[in-house]
């Protein structure tokens, strides 16, 4: 039996740590986080346009938007606070993994495995980001990346049902979050007594629209998955990048494009209302 005093200890410890987790630094950091995400969502929406009219010399995602980003005056620096806004979501990730978000689904197993695997993704993009701005290299694009783990899941003894259930998860991760964001589900997350009527409708409108592109490209880059896996060929997986420019060859031609290009800017620009807005 645990003693009323170890109890007491244990929620004073989750207290503390709650305390350090909503201290206001760390909500600094995790708003700049989420208004970085946003630049990169704006600039990858803005490049897959592009290359929707035409200009195939440029990658619409991460690496492309970086590199769009360093060849602008003062690029360095905004790569620089790029860094600093990842590494904000990556503690914001990780305070929410360990102690539990605000509300009652924020102290859910589900809830904090997925802060995790965010804290995860947006510490591996910050450490990339700062190799880049320290003149290390550009992070490999998301295609070559793509390729080179499928290829190595292939490689091993069971690599093609890994293949395909990581496909399936791409898949059903796309499907669920355009599906939340249809129904609304991230207005949950918002400060909504602290919007106008007008401006939530506004957000409202930014985050379906935003959240169905973006779950339509992850759902897209699991099938291409899946079909590599099938045909035994790791060339057929894609990133961002190829999973755009796949959407140009559909029997909607480059206008698909332009639609889910758009979509994922108008994500962007939903990043920043969350930066403004997300209960932390």
């Given at each position: 039996?645990?003693?009323?005093?170890?109890?007491?200890?244990?929620?004073?410890?989750?207290?503390?740590?709650?305390?350090?987790?909503?201290?206001?630094?760390?909500?600094?950091?995790?708003?700049?986080?989420?208004?970085?995400?946003?630049?990169?969502?704006?600039?990858?929406?803005?490049?897959?346009?592009?290359?929707?009219?035409?200009?195939?010399?440029?990658?619409?995602?991460?690496?492309?938007?970086?590199?769009?980003?360093a060849?602008?005056?003062?690029?360095?620096?905004?790569?620089?606070?790029?860094?600093?806004?990842?590494?904000?979501?990556?503690?914001?990730?990780?305070?929410?993994?360990?102690?539990?978000?605000?509300?009652?689904?924020?102290?859910?197993?589900?809830?904090?495995?997925?802060?995790?695997?965010?804290?995860?993704?947006?510490?591996?993009a910050?450490?990339?980001?700062?190799?880049?701005?320290?003149?290390?290299?550009?992070?490999?694009?998301?295609?070559?990346?793509?390729?080179?783990?499928?290829?190595?899941?292939?490689?091993?003894?069971?690599?093609?049902?890994?293949?395909?259930v990581?496909?399936?998860?791409?898949?059903?991760?796309?499907?669920?979050?355009?599906?939340?964001?249809?129904?609304?589900?991230?207005?949950?997350?918002?400060?909504?007594?602290?919007?106008?009527?007008?401006?939530?409708?506004g957000?409202?409108?930014?985050?379906?629209?935003?959240?169905?592109?973006?779950?339509?490209?992850?759902?897209?880059?699991?099938?291409?998955l899946?079909?590599?896996?099938v045909?035994?060929?790791?060339?057929?997986?894609?990133?961002?990048?190829?999973?755009?420019?796949?959407?140009?060859?559909?029997?909607?031609?480059?206008?698909l494009?332009?639609?889910?290009?758009?979509?994922?800017?108008?994500?962007?620009?939903?990043?920043f209302?969350?930066?403004?807005?997300?209960?932390?």
């Amino acid at each position: 039996m645990v003693s009323e005093r170890t109890r007491r200890k244990v929620r004073s410890a989750q207290s503390a740590g709650r305390q350090a987790a909503s201290s206001r630094y760390v909500e600094i950091l995790a708003r700049t986080g989420l208004a970085a995400r946003g630049v990169l969502y704006v600039i990858i929406g803005w490049l897959a346009i592009q290359v929707a009219f035409g200009d195939t010399g440029r990658q619409a995602d991460r690496t492309g938007a970086l590199r769009a980003i360093a060849s602008k005056p003062f690029g360095a620096a905004v790569l620089w606070l790029l860094v600093v806004g990842f590494i904000g979501m990556t503690l914001w990730g990780l305070s929410e993994a360990a102690i539990g978000g605000p509300g009652t689904d924020g102290r859910k197993v589900s809830t904090r495995l997925a802060a995790l695997a965010r804290a995860i993704f947006y510490g591996v993009a910050a450490f990339s980001i700062m190799k880049y701005a320290l003149g290390l290299g550009a992070p490999a694009s998301g295609d070559k990346q793509s390729r080179d783990l499928t290829a190595k899941a292939m490689s091993q003894p069971g690599g093609k049902i890994i293949v395909i259930v990581a496909g399936l998860a791409l898949i059903g991760a796309g499907g669920y979050l355009a599906y939340s964001s249809a129904r609304k589900k991230f207005l949950d997350g918002l400060q909504l007594d602290q919007m106008s009527l007008r401006v939530r409708q506004g957000v409202e409108k930014l985050g379906q629209i935003g959240g169905i592109a973006r779950g339509t490209v992850a759902a897209a880059a699991g099938i291409f998955l899946i079909v590599a896996a099938v045909q035994a060929n790791p060339h057929d997986a894609k990133g961002v990048d190829s999973t755009l420019r796949a959407l140009a060859h559909t029997p909607l031609g480059p206008w698909l494009l332009v639609v889910v290009a758009a979509g994922l800017l108008i994500f962007g620009a939903f990043s920043f209302c969350e930066a403004r807005w997300q209960r932390l």
